[in-house]
């Protein structure tokens, strides 16, 4: 068992080529990163829960196993050399363990605010951020003072385990406001006002274990369902105009977590500037073009940083750019998209096709 000063020790670290990197969770995100880290020579090690996960596909190990299993996250930590997740929602005080075996980045106080949106919108604030006005909501008669508080229309939303629009309701009218709790299952909640915004955009950056911080152009993401349907780069002049502020934002915010790794933030861009809806601290959805839209992509990045290598260039590799994903039943246009010489293709290799379900997604780049 190694000591917490070997693990300091190992910490500081560059981890070269060769090593084994594990990923905590195995899904497409694991997946392109796994691509990612065997281009520059390392193997990966999955650890998750379900039966054929799409980044086992392309990994060296998998350990079956739930999240919360500390026997199974030993074994998996005596066989890699640096671990890192692909999945938000994981167990903090499993992360905080195997923090004690091998380095984790990023660390267990990335996600711990990640996965609370309460937590992570007054860690936003409090470093100047501006979310959209919002109230906790832990019963009817807060539910009630919330929306006087807020008007309506306004966005119930689960404090946890929620992502792509899921765990959150719309209340519109006030007979809303009756059935607006039991809709998320009478979870802790966050009430949201209403943001009228022209556009939608992320923020996309690494951060070395140095420190160092690297930015990639902001793509204009839209949402269909909550689901993000398309990010495109460059994004129209009022989103650029609000890409510098939310980017010193986000930078203070991956500087006071310590992050290191790839961390998304998603933005709102209003009339009277950029409001912060939520983070990710992960690679995201929103910087799949930087695959072959960016110099070095999201994944390419994260992984140097969870090494402790230089990040690479974040400069693009066309002038325009944009990447659409394939949800459900869309995926069966693979044919005609390998048909079109300007579209990258890219499957999860996912068995089942449910609605909506991220199955792969194509990225254009325009050369002209
Ligand atoms: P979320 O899962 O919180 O990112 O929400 C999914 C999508 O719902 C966002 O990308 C927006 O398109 C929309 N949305 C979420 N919160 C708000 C809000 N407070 N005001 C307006 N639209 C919102």
């Not at 997946?31 to 379900?50: D, S, T, V």
């Not at 519109?172 to 039991?182: E, G, W």
């Not at 996912?350 to 990225?363: D, F, I, N, S």
Request: glycine residues 8%; hydrophobic residues 45%; proline residues 7%.
């Amino acid at each position: 068992m190694p000591t917490p000063d070997m693990v300091a020790a190992h910490a500081s670290a560059v981890i070269a080529p060769g090593a084994t990197i594990g990923i905590l969770g195995g899904g497409q995100l694991g997946r392109m990163l796994a691509l990612a880290a065997a281009n520059m020579g390392y193997r990966c090690h999955i650890f998750a829960p379900e039966a054929d996960p799409p980044a086992a596909d392309v990994s060296a190990r998998v350990t079956r196993a739930d999240y919360t299993d500390r026997e199974a996250l030993a074994r998996f930590a005596a066989e890699i050399d640096v671990a890192t997740f692909e999945f938000e929602n994981v167990d903090t005080a499993a992360v905080r363990y195997l923090s004690t075996l091998v380095p984790v980045r990023p660390g267990a106080r990335s996600l711990e605010v990640a996965q609370d949106r309460l937590a992570e919108k007054q860690f936003v604030e409090a470093l100047g951020g501006r979310p959209a006005p919002f109230r906790t909501v832990a019963s009817q008669e807060e539910l009630v003072e919330a929306v006087t508080a807020l008007g309506l229309p306004a966005i119930l939303k689960t404090r946890r385990m929620g992502y792509d629009g899921k765990g959150q309701v719309r209340l519109n009218t006030p007979a809303d406001v009756d059935t607006a709790l039991a809709a998320i299952g009478h979870q802790p909640a966050v009430l949201e006002g209403f943001v009228t915004f022209a556009h939608e955009f992320s923020i996309l950056l690494a951060r070395g274990v140095d420190g160092r911080v690297c930015l990639w152009p902001v793509p204009e993401n839209r949402h269909v369902a909550g689901v993000l349907a398309t990010s495109t780069v460059p994004a129209p002049p009022m989103v650029r105009a609000q890409a510098e502020a939310a980017g010193t934002l986000a930078a203070s915010v991956a500087e006071a977590l310590g992050h290191v790794g790839v961390l998304a933030l998603e933005f709102f861009a209003c009339e009277d500037g950029p409001r912060f809806n939520e983070m990710a601290p992960r690679v995201h959805n929103s910087g799949h073009w930087t695959i072959e839209g960016a110099r070095a992509s999201q994944f390419e990045n994260h992984i140097r940083a969870v090494c402790g290598l230089p990040l690479g260039a974040p400069d693009l590799t066309a002038p325009a750019i944009r990447m659409q994903n394939l949800l459900g039943e869309e995926v069966h246009d693979w044919a005609r998209l390998l048909a079109d010489p300007a579209a990258h293709l890219h499957l999860y290799g996912k068995a089942t096709v449910q609605p909506g379900r991220k199955m792969g997604h194509v990225t254009w780049l325009d050369l002209a």
